[in-house]
């Protein structure tokens, strides 16, 4: 089975950068879509970002749009969050998931273990 994991995470102040990379072991299987989601403490589950990995197509969240990218390197089964003008409302334990698009995240969804990503102002 399909394992995720993150690393990247850490601590910046406002206006820094992180970069964010998923790391997939195993088969995929029919998962097509592998995304970037946060959640703070209090907070809903926010999707950040998500790409279809065939096609490279992104979707991103309006709050991060202009300043996160999310991008794929196949040969490698690794998916990056590049994540620049960091705000502290950012701050969230970000996870990295891979999906089959034409079912729910909760069907066919894997998950990493989190990665935590503090700014601070």
């Known amino acids: 089975q399909v394992q995720l994991v993150e690393s990247g995470g850490g601590s910046v102040q406002a206006g820094g950068s992180l970069r964010l990379s998923c790391s997939a072991s195993?088969?995929?299987?029919?998962?097509?879509?592998m995304g970037w989601f946060r959640q703070a403490p209090g907070k809903e589950r926010e999707e950040v970002a998500r790409i279809y990995t065939l096609t490279g197509r992104p979707v991103y969240a309006d709050s991060v749009k202009g300043r996160f990218t999310i991008s794929r390197d196949s040969a490698k089964n690794m998916v990056y969050l590049q994540m620049n003008s960091l705000k502290p409302e950012d701050t969230a334990m970000y996870y990295c998931?891979?999906?089959?698009?034409?079912?729910?995240?909760?069907?066919?969804?894997?998950w990493g273990q989190g990665t935590q990503v503090t700014v601070s102002s």
């Open positions: 195993g088969n995929t299987g029919s998962r097509n879509v």
């Open positions: 998931a891979a999906w089959t698009s034409s079912l729910t995240i909760a069907t066919s969804g894997v």
